[in-house]
């Protein structure tokens, strides 16, 4: 099935870096990406991290997403992909195959054809350099964070990222809602993407690990 004009609509806004469309996309299929999860986990904290997953992964694969594709079925791609991850990380068998490529590999994580085997298997040097600019850049943003003293950021990103907490989790210790800290999510690994893509550099798995 196509994608409508709405989709087609809300995926532009979220490449340009809306957050308010980000949110939009966040509330419309939220529910029923959970409840999918859920009927086959019956663990909700497990359930919520399965789902921010999956819209991180949406993020990430946003660069290679076909606009023609439907939005929801492609959503719901990636969350099989992301559950099958989840179960098999606890040594569970996982309850239903989702399918995959030829390779195995999740199709949030090889967008349209099979990648060449060049931007697979990257070298050890771009690799490290990948990871000197997240590095930096991350910094750079902290930097910009206190400067204008945008301090519950900081302390949001810093339990995401160093703690790794759960995006609800987070949002019961600072008092924020949890589309807040979505927010800040989806707005910080754009900035990252954008500062990667201005270094002539690739961050296409920030977020979606």
């Not at 990103?157 to 995006?167: C, D, I, P, R």
Request: hydrophobic share 40%.
């Amino acid at each position: 099935m196509a994608t409508s004009d709405s989709d087609t609509l809300i995926v532009r806004q979220v490449r340009a870096g809306n957050a308010q469309a980000w949110r939009q996309l966040i509330e419309r299929f939220e529910g029923r990406l959970l409840a999918f999860v859920d009927s086959r986990l019956r663990d909700r904290a497990a359930s919520e991290d399965v789902v921010q997953e999956t819209f991180i992964g949406f993020l990430t694969s946003l660069p290679h997403y076909d606009e023609k594709r439907d939005m929801e079925a492609y959503l719901f791609s990636i969350a099989a992909h992301k559950l099958t991850d989840h179960l098999r990380k606890q040594g569970r068998r996982p309850i239903d195959q989702f399918g995959s490529d030829d390779h195995g590999r999740p199709l949030d994580e090889v967008p349209g054809e099979a990648r060449a085997a060049s931007s697979i298997a990257r070298s050890g040097e771009r690799r490290k350099a990948e990871e000197r600019l997240l590095s930096e850049s991350m910094g750079q943003l902290v930097r910009e964070w206190l400067a204008r003293g945008d301090y519950g950021r900081i302390r949001c990103m810093e339990l995401l990222v160093v703690k790794g907490w759960a995006n609800k989790d987070v949002a019961r210790y600072l008092g924020l809602t949890e589309q807040a800290v979505a927010s800040y999510k989806f707005q910080t690994v754009a900035r990252l993407k954008e500062m990667a893509r201005r270094a002539g550099l690739s961050l296409e798995e920030l977020g979606g690990a």
